[in-house]
């Protein structure tokens, strides 16, 4: 990302690789403030997103942009961990969302709540892609009756699969093709905003300040 914005004119006043065991960002954060950039970019997972957020909250600096490649993207254990009122205007990386008509979305959708209870909105990325890969094997074994790991990835490298995901390919040194959606917390959901084929709504910019 950071490539593909300075090609496009986007200059970069701080840039940091921390360790993935980090857990005190105040530091990192300070000198984000220091920078005062317009857009923050985080390559979070989980728990270094929240962390980061509540950081930036206390230290009240509140980007224009804010995109967290994980973390962000749980609609349940997000809000609770930042508050809601902070989520607003945060984007992130999605694969699934509520109301996808991709093959087996419905399915999965009603299955997911009579098991758990909960909304179509509280379901998260990782409970949509546990469920393809069990429709990608599913279809493998369809196809030829077997499902060893050795029939799988030869399977898999032909043709497309249809799963709640969308249509599945890989290449032939196991890359999958294809890009994840982007999206966003609009009125305390998650909600797909590109490409212009999915997005449910237009994307909020600048970002909402905190709200606490």
Known sequence: MRARFEAAGIKTVYKQIYPAETQDFSAIMAKVVAANPDVLVGGTQNEDAYAQVKTLVQLK?????MFLSNGANSPLEFPTKVGTQNTA????????????????????????????????????????????CGQILEAVAKKTGKIDNATIIATLHQGTWPT???????????APSGSFNLIQWQGD????VYPDSLAKAKPIYPKPSWGG
């Open 61 to 65: 600096f509140s980007p224009k942009f």
């Open 89 to 132: 205007g945060i984007m992130s990386a999605g694969d699934w969302f509520p109301g996808s008509t991709a093959a087996g979305s419905a399915d999965f959708t009603a299955a997911y709540i009579k098991a758990n209870g909960g909304t179509a909105d509280t379901i998260d990325n990782s409970s949509a892609e546990a469920y393809a």
């Open 164 to 174: 709640l995901l969308g249509d599945l390919s890989w290449g032939p040194d196991g």
């Open 189 to 192: 959901k998650l909600v797909p």
